[in-house]
Antibody, heavy 117, light 109 residues
Framework: QVQLVQSGAEVKKPGASVKVSCKAS????????ISWVRQAPGQGLEWMGW????????NYAQKLQGRVTMTTDTSTSTAYMELRSLRSDDTAVYYC??????????WGQGTLVTVSS | EIVMTQSPATLSVSPGERATLSCRAS??????LAWYQQKPGQAPRLLIY???TRATGIPARFSGSGSGTEFTLTISSLQSEDFAVYYC???????????FGGGTKVEIK
């Protein structure tokens, strides 16, 4: 069965960086893209960007351009999302999800990132 | 950026009643529209894709319709497990640039 398993919760100080991992199993990793979506406490879903697991092409949300980097390691079927220069309003649950140019059909369990001094 | 607008923000419905949720796109997304259900503390779950196709395992009481800029999710007879927040999302762009609606919370009346 398809599974996306994310790394654990993180607490960071403002200005720091965080890198969240997402290990995929149960399907051919390079056949699907991975999107990253975040959800601030009590708020809706915000798409952050997408990466092709086939060739590493990316497309980021404009508001995060310059602060976010998405990568994949095909040898371990793992996707990564790094967010830099963290601010308090980056506090959110971060999800990886399979999909982008087609519906998102599987989601990771979410990773809580808390930004606090 | 394509803006997705959902209405109403909150819908109060009694169990067994019909619920109708709306989603509007700021420009045409053809039929590249999905609906998700999210319960507290859980990741979203895909309900509908292609505007009207139920995802695997989704009960027949969930149906989607529309194309272009106007879409509807209908839950024909609300069950207790259906009280949740529902999001629409378009996936019409290449390279992918997804956008979500703000969500509709379906609560018990």
């Amino acid at each position: 069965q398809v599974q996306l398993v994310q790394s654990g919760a993180e607490v960071k100080k403002p200005g720091a960086s965080v890198k969240v991992s997402c290990k995929a199993s149960g399907y051919t990793f390079t056949s699907y893209g991975i999107s990253w979506v975040r959800q601030a406490p009590g708020q809706g879903l915000e798409w952050m960007g997408w990466i092709s697991a086939y060739n590493g092409n990316t497309n980021y949300a404009q508001k995060l351009q310059g602060r976010v980097t998405m990568t994949t390691d095909t040898s371990t079927s793992t996707a990564y999302m790094e967010l830099r220069s963290l601010r308090s309003d980056d506090t959110a649950v971060y999800y990886c999800a399979r999909g982008g140019s087609y519906p998102i059909d599987y989601w990771g369990q979410g990773t809580l990132v808390t930004v606090s001094s | 950026e394509i803006v997705m607008t959902q209405s109403p923000a909150t819908l109060s419905v009694s169990p067994g009643e019909r619920a109708t949720l709306s989603c509007r796109a700021s420009q045409s997304v053809s039929s590249n529209l999905a609906w998700y259900q999210q319960k507290p503390g859980q990741a979203p779950r895909l309900l509908i894709y292609g505007a009207s196709t139920r995802a695997t395992g989704i009960p027949a009481r969930f149906s989607g319709s529309g194309s272009g800029t106007e879409f509807t999710l209908t839950i024909s007879s609300l069950q207790s497990e259906d009280f949740a927040v529902y999001y629409c999302q378009q996936y019409n762009n290449w390279p992918p640039a997804l956008t979500f609606g703000g969500g509709t919370k379906v609560e018990i009346k």
